[in-house]
């Protein structure tokens, strides 16, 4: 009687202390049901209506996906995201690699490094514009009026370069944060032994150290990927009068157009196609666990 009497204190307690937990995580399932959830819900059945009239009509989902203009921009907002992800991704790897083998100056410089993740995006759009305006930027001005080493300005602002500048420098951080922690990891023991059987630092870092961060690579790829694809101020300071990614088309139609549902539309395709990369990087990073 007593063991039995003990199960079911210990059951007690077991059944208890599951419910304190799911007490403790209510706030932040009701914040994401009422900050999250519920408005993409309203946003999803929005879509489906007709502006004039409200009654339920695919003619918004017609128009986007028969109009080539928008696939045209999901084709140049792709690109983007690959091209982004490639930059951020070669900035950051050697960035990652010092900071988890120098554990002094990655106290001191992560802080530094982090910066741009704890900045608005609007910030970082002027930053740019203050570094590479045509002739009031400090790079140009730098280049042409005091060293007289070019006599035209760089004119890459309000373009892909300046765009593609931009979005690296916002990304970058999001991989060197992660790739720092997976690097860390790392015992430096391998390296050792590489170095010991007679390979050179180069081919070291690149038999060794990459093939362990993997993982972290396809994570911090598709983190930075679905990021990009998504991203709206920056190519919206950016762009100038080229409309390069869909998050423009999708915000004009929303608050100069007026054309409400058709951009709630177009925003449930872009999250499709979002999410289906991300998931796309989960079952290979998946694949490759198993592997």
Not at 26 to 35: D, E, F, G, I, W
Not at 247 to 276: D, E, K
Request: hydrophobic share 55%; net charge positive; aromatic share 10%.
């Amino acid at each position: 009687m007593g063991t039995q009497s003990q199960v079911a204190l210990d059951n007690r307690g077991a059944v208890a202390e599951k419910r304190f937990y799911a007490a403790l995580t209510l706030p932040a399932v009701v914040t994401t049901l009422l900050v999250g959830i519920l408005p993409l819900a309203l946003l999803v059945i929005d879509s489906f209506k007709d502006m004039r009239t409200g009654a339920f009509t695919l003619g918004n989902y017609a128009d986007t996906l028969l109009n080539p203009h928008f696939w045209r921009l999901i084709r140049s907002t792709f690109l983007i995201g690959v091209a982004t992800t490639v930059i951020s991704i070669a900035l950051a790897f050697p960035v990652a690699y010092f900071l988890a083998r120098n554990p002094r100056a990655r106290g001191l410089l992560m802080s530094v490094v982090m910066v741009p993740r704890m900045l608005p995006f609007i910030v970082v759009g002027y930053a740019m514009i203050l570094i590479l305006a045509p002739y009031t930027g400090l790079l140009n001005v730098l280049l042409v009026q005091q060293l007289g080493v070019l006599s035209t300005p760089i004119n890459i602002l309000f373009d892909l370069p300046g765009l593609l500048i931009a979005l690296a420098y916002s990304r970058t951080v999001i991989a060197i944060g992660m790739l720092t922690a997976i690097i860390e990891k790392i015992p430096v023991s391998l390296e050792e032994a590489s170095l010991t059987l007679g390979c050179n630092r180069f081919w070291t870092f690149i038999k060794v150290i990459v093939p362990q961060t993997v993982q972290g690579l396809i994570g911090a790829s598709a983190l930075i990927f679905a990021g990009t694809i998504t991203a709206y101020v920056i190519p919206m300071v950016l762009a100038g009068r080229r409309m390069l990614m869909v998050s423009v088309l999708i915000g004009s139609n929303l608050l100069s157009l007026g054309r409400w549902n058709l951009a709630f539309a177009q925003a449930v395709v872009v999250t499709i196609l979002a999410l289906t990369c991300t998931f796309a990087s989960q079952y290979f990073l998946s694949r490759y666990q198993k592997s």
